[in-house]
């Protein structure tokens, strides 16, 4: 490209992100360069500087500036690893016009990123027909496995990224918990933030019980469902969405989940279990994007967890029901 150019958001790309737009649009252009054009104003939207998580609106005006050859507009190759495919529909639990529901394993990647290769954003390239690829709506931490719902099309995205950020998602975590909670029901509103947490020799980033302007809300619901000696199996509710909410939480209350050293060191060991984080999504109740129907989907606990529960011969079926007053 050797000039300044002005594209259009077409009417099915509206709700898309900025920086998912530009991928789309020139795949040859790294995020970085992107932040770099948007930093210095060289691409702006409907004449003003934006972000890269910027929400597009149908009709609205994108200016490109001149990019480098690697990076000029060129039609993506089409992309299909059958490893990927056969492994993403080893996952599959629903799946529909609008949605999917995958039940991802621990230990694998929700996004690619430093020393990342394999991961599902990467495996949904496999599933791109005709311009259109499944798109992630939400995330789940590397090590904590179950329910991950991924929208089909631009509009399933749009509507569930707002369901997510207005709080109309209610999602039920499973957990081992290092102790047992007293009481056995009721709710953690405690604020959290990110601070540097020294111990022993070293010192990492952590969400901890904080004050002050930088300390957002934090509220989680939670039920012992089965207790067994010195553990119990937890039922969590997140009512906000924070980073790390429920470890943290869990932590704050002196009930470790098991395997979690970073917030529980070694309280959070258990003998006779996996080392491995025990947390996993077990269900989602959303509008459906499409039909505006209610629905509840389920992961089946797998991998160490479901070990562990008959280890512990916990309820794998086990039905967990929210009073409502609860809060």
């Not at 040859?28 to 004449?47: A, C, I, N, P, S």
């Not at 500036?65 to 992309?79: C, H, Q, S, T």
């Not at 790390?244 to 006779?272: E, F, M, N, S, W």
Request: charged share 30%.
């Amino acid at each position: 490209m050797t000039g300044v150019q002005t594209r259009t958001v077409a009417a099915d790309e509206a709700g898309m992100r900025l920086d998912r737009w530009f991928r789309t649009h020139f795949p040859g252009v790294r995020h970085g360069e992107l932040e770099k054009y948007l930093r210095k104003g060289q691409v702006r939207v409907g004449g003003g500087r934006a972000k890269s998580n910027r929400r597009l609106e149908a009709g609205e005006e994108v200016r490109i500036p001149p990019l480098a050859g690697d990076a000029a507009p060129r039609a993506r190759p089409p992309l299909f690893d059958p490893d990927a495919a056969q492994s993403l529909k080893a996952l599959v639990l629903y799946e529909d016009d609008a949605v999917m529901a995958l039940n991802k394993p621990f230990g694998l990647a929700v996004q690619g990123g430093t020393k990342t290769a394999r991961h599902v954003d990467g495996m949904l390239e496999a599933r791109a027909k005709d311009g259109e690829r499944p798109r992630l709506v939400h995330r789940l931490d590397k090590d904590t496995g179950g329910l991950l719902l991924v929208a089909k099309t631009r509009k399933a995205a749009h509507r569930l990224g707002d369901a997510f950020k207005g709080r109309d998602v209610e999602k039920t975590y499973w957990a081992l918990v290092a102790s047992v909670p007293q009481p056995r029901r009721g709710t953690i509103d405690l604020p959290i933030a990110k601070r540097m947490v020294r111990r022993g020799a070293s010192a990492d980033e952590r969400m901890v019980p904080a004050d002050g302007e930088d300390a957002k809300r934090a509220v989680t619901d939670y039920q012992a469902l089965e207790v067994v000696g010195p553990v119990a199996f937890l039922a969590m509710r997140p009512v906000t969405g924070r980073t790390h909410q429920l470890r943290a939480h869990a932590a704050a209350i002196g009930c470790p989940i098991v395997g979690d050293g970073k917030y529980g060191g070694a309280a959070a060991r258990i003998d006779g279990v996996s080392p491995k984080l025990h947390l996993f999504c077990r269900a989602m109740t959303f509008t459906h994007p499409a039909t505006g129907r209610r629905v509840t989907l389920q992961a089946p606990l797998s991998g160490h967890m479901a070990q562990t529960w008959k280890f512990f011969s916990f309820d794998a079926d086990a039905v967990c029901d929210w009073p409502d007053n609860l809060r």
